[in-house]
T-cell receptor, first 114, second 116 residues
Framework: AQSVTQLGSHVSVSEGALVLLRCNYS??????LFWYVQYPNQGLQLLLK??????LVKGINGFEAEFKKSETSFHLTKPSAHMSDAAEYFC????????????FGTGTKLQVIP | EAGVVQSPRYKIIEKKQPVAFWCNPI?????LYWYLQNLGQGPELLIR????????DSQLPKDRFSAERLKGVDSTLKIQPAELGDSAVYLC??????????????FGPGTRLTVL
């Protein structure tokens, strides 16, 4: 079984500051890992995904995440926060063999302070 | 290309009433998912279809929830009768599964259900 833990249900950063959203995973098989963003009253949009290729994954809107097996982590970062980054972010995991259910974390709401 | 379409976007009903949600996936996607998202939580899978077949419905409360995907395209999720605890957002997603490997899931905007 797979699971993810997102540390911090709410994160506040100043505009222009570093964004760091934390995600730790648990998986009995090599995982695929995802970050999704959800704006108010909208569905989830894929930011980036790790599928066992490069450990540093670059996504849309300037976000990136690094897969660290030794730390079982997949933290999401962005060097400089924009007001438009305010949203809820979900980390998700699935196993890499055949069909595996995607399991989502509980989400981190990012607030960007002007 | 159009994304995943869901309707209605919002629905308010009284408890014990029936309700139905509709989803049209991305063209060519053979796999369709219905998720439940409670406030402050991540999505939880209710049912997954590959073409017309429901291949994972283990989390679907079958006493009151039902779903169908006729012709392997559009899908409908129904609740009858609705309970107060069913108030949530119901998300539909689709993906292309090829050779047993699932590609990225693309989500619709969801239907926000309020049961009074």
């Amino acid at each position: 079984a797979q699971s993810v833990t997102q540390l911090g249900s709410h994160v506040s950063v100043s505009e222009g500051a570093l964004v760091l959203l934390r995600c730790n995973y648990s998986s009995s098989v090599p995982p695929y890992l995802f970050w999704y963003v959800q704006y108010p009253n909208q569905g989830l949009q894929l930011l980036l995904k790790y599928t066992s290729a490069a450990t540093l994954v670059k996504g849309i809107n300037g976000f990136e995440a690094e897969f660290k097996k030794s730390e079982t982590s997949f933290h999401l970062t962005k060097p400089s926060a924009h007001m438009s980054d305010a949203a809820e972010y979900f980390c998700a995991v699935r196993g890499s063999g055949g069909y595996q259910k995607v399991t989502f974390g509980t989400g981190t709401k990012l607030q960007v302070i002007p | 290309e159009a994304g995943v379409v869901q309707s209605p976007r919002y629905k308010i009903i009284e408890k014990k009433q029936p309700v139905a949600f509709w989803c049209n996936p991305i063209s060519g996607h053979n796999t369709l998912y219905w998720y439940l998202q409670n406030l402050g939580q991540g999505p939880e899978l209710l049912i997954r279809y590959e073409n017309e077949e429901a291949v994972d419905d283990s989390q679907l409360p079958k006493d009151r929830f039902s779903a169908e995907r006729l012709k392997g395209v559009d899908s409908t999720l129904k609740i009858q009768p609705a309970e107060l605890g069913d108030s949530a957002v119901y998300l539909c997603a689709s993906s292309l599964v090829s050779g047993g490997v699932a590609d990225t899931q693309y989500f619709g905007p969801g239907t926000r259900l309020t049961v009074l």
